[in-house]
Nanobody, 124 residues
Framework: QFDLVESGGGLVQAGGSLRLSCAAS????????IGWFRQAPGKEREGIAC???????YYLDSVKGRFTVSRDNAKNTVYLQMSSLKPEDTAIYYC??????????????????WGQGTQVTVST
């Protein structure tokens, strides 16, 4: 049994920054790829960032250069640093293990354990 808990969301003005956290329990994060996903109202969930087991990072084009995914092995936590936020970044953000990670392609299949996520709202 494992658990991933997202936190760090909030309300921020356009151009601002937030850092999201994905804390793991029940497994060691650096033994698996970890992806960040988001779902905006009325839209499909999309994968936006991934950090692989050896620490390579991958991003959706729309967030590349603005978002940075990182991992703190001592805290068993993956982070998503988001900068230059735009209103279109408004969504619920989730993390999940074992995605397929390629440049501009981050997908996870057959995963039914999505947590509560953390809400990010970017105002104009």
């Amino acid at each position: 049994q494992f658990d991933l808990v997202e936190s760090g969301g909030g309300l921020v003005q356009a151009g601002g920054s937030l850092r999201l956290s994905c804390a793991a329990s029940g497994f060691i994060l650096d033994t698996r790829h970890i992806g960040w996903f988001r779902q905006a109202p009325g839209k499909e969930r999309e994968g936006i960032a991934c950090i692989s087991r050896p620490g390579h990072t991958y991003y959706l084009d729309s967030v590349k250069g603005r978002f940075t995914v990182s991992r703190d092995n001592a805290k068993n936590t993956v982070y998503l640093q988001m900068s230059s936020l735009k209103p279109e970044d408004t969504a619920i953000y989730y993390c999940a293990p074992d995605p397929l990670c390629l440049d501009n392609i981050i997908v996870v299949t057959h995963y039914d354990y999505w947590g509560q996520g953390t809400q990010v709202t970017v105002s104009t």
